[in-house]
């Protein structure tokens, strides 16, 4: 770590869209160091294909969306998040525009399209891999300024955070400073102060065995954040998304199939050719996704058959492979076409909704400390995120978060000293397949028993799997030297506990989190929100 900096104004831990677009607008006003764990462009970002929600059509208006918003998030979104971010869209969709972003247009006008939940074609895209193609531009704009410097293969091991006041009256709260950062090529862990810290880790769904997720998205944020003492909310509302491909050669990939093609019309069919979405929900194809979710959920455990068929055959193959060029190219891949015979689709985890608890601005319950993008829990998505309001919420809140930090730094007191890392561990680490064991064993419980369809035995039987897990890992860490394989399996048991205890303590079924002991929604009381603090009384 010899050019690694130890101190600067912001450090921002995560590349996606909310880590580079707070970077970008941070850099206006201050010097930012970026930490990834990986590549920069490893991210959930990256792989995002569908879009980005935004009202720009004619027969278009802010109700309508925060109308569908508020519908998808079964009662749970928060108001005042919804209006923020439907009524800053245009704009924030504009941004992108102008930094580069190709948006696909059509006869020299957006081409829209539309997704399960909305009442209107409103979602931008370019093509098929609208992620892929925001990433892009975003990092070649973080890498021509001279205020931001990313460091690759870095690791977030846990916050640097001040104790907590002994009084509850005291003036000043308990306030993040920093990281402590583990360099995965050679070891060493050194604290990084910063006068703001802004986590943008992204989600956790390979705390599932079955996800849309990169192999990064093991919870680091939310886990960091709550060992730090920050509140933690909804976390048992996880998205599944309901088409990904069914891996014919079980390799373990799950290649995302956007609902973009479903809003182009394709079907869902059992194995057998026979339609099933109009059982379920008037809405048929177009129905939010955890109603789609659960009704696939059903026909599989009905019929026994590991997939159901998303059947494109019907639609016109050359406007298929001309919208959709990047679906087109891994079902050649896996040997069939698209256009020629059904897609083999499985739900699989793709959206955390819950996350650290934020205010408007992006600032958690720790002063100094933000979190933004997937990582965070806004209000905005409620108990089930509407399709193609991630990104949107990312580049919205990166924005408002970034207008506090500037305040902030301004007025925020000198930086505390920060202790060296204390080594926890000194023994190597010899028995690797321990690690892959419990990793394992974690994604698999929490793929068999806090899944799309729950129930309170299994939910318990998950939680006492769990902590015996947890002492296993906590002992492990303890003796074993630090590396980042360590780290993650310490993130990815926290969060995958933090999941159950929100599900147990929620006695109804409402949007993501359906339980077979308390099937209906409870309309007795105002909807409550999950809320976990490591320092609540």
Known sequence: MSSFPHTTDVVIVGSGIAGLSMALKCARFADVLLITKKNSAQSATNWAQGGIAAVTAKDDDFTLHVEDTLGAGGGLCKLDAVEKVVREAPRRVAELAELGVRFTKRD???????????????????????????????LRRVRESARIQVFEHHVMVDLLVTPRPSKPEAKLGQRCFGVYVLDSRDGSIEPLRARAVVLATGGAGIVYQHSTNPPIATGDGVAAAYRAG?????????QFHPTTMYDRDDN?????????????GARLKTSDGEP?????????????RDI?????????????DPYVLLD????????LRSRFPHIDKTCLKKGFDFTDEPIWVVPAAHYMCGGVETDLNGRSSIDGLYAVGEVACTGLHGANRLASN??????????????NCKAWLETCEEL????????????????????????????????????????SERLERASARLSLLTKEIAEFYQRTRMSPDLVELRNLVLTADLIVRSALSRKESRGLHYTTDYPAMDTSQAPRHSRLSRLAP
């Not at 373990?252 to 182009?264: K, V």
Request: charged letters at 30%; aromatic letters at 6%.
């Open 252 to 264: 373990g990939q799950n290649h995302l199939i956007t609902e973009a093609l479903r809003g182009f």
């Open 292 to 304: 789609v979710a659960r009704a696939i959920d059903s026909e599989l455990k009905r019929t026994g």
């Open 230 to 238: 920050a509140v933690v909310s909804d976390m048992e509302f996880f």
């Open 276 to 288: 099933f979405m109009h059982r379920y929900d008037k809405r048929e194809e177009l129905a939010p």
């Open 312 to 319: 494109c055959t019907h639609l016109d193959a050359q406007s």
């Open 416 to 455: 505390p000293t920060a202790d060296p890392w204390s080594a926890k561990g000194t023994h190597d680490q010899r028995e690797a397949v321990l690690l892959k064991h419990n990793r394992d064993e974690i994604r698999r419980l929490m793929w068999d028993f806090v899944g799309i369809v729950r129930s």
């Open 108 to 138: 020299g006008e957006l081409e829209l399209a539309r997704e399960g939940g909305h009442s209107r074609a409103r979602i931008l895209h370019h093509k098929d891999k609208t992620g892929q193609e925001i990433e892009s531009v975003l």
């Open 390 to 403: 991630s990104l949107l919420e990312a580049v919205v809140f990166a924005a408002s978060a970034a207008e």
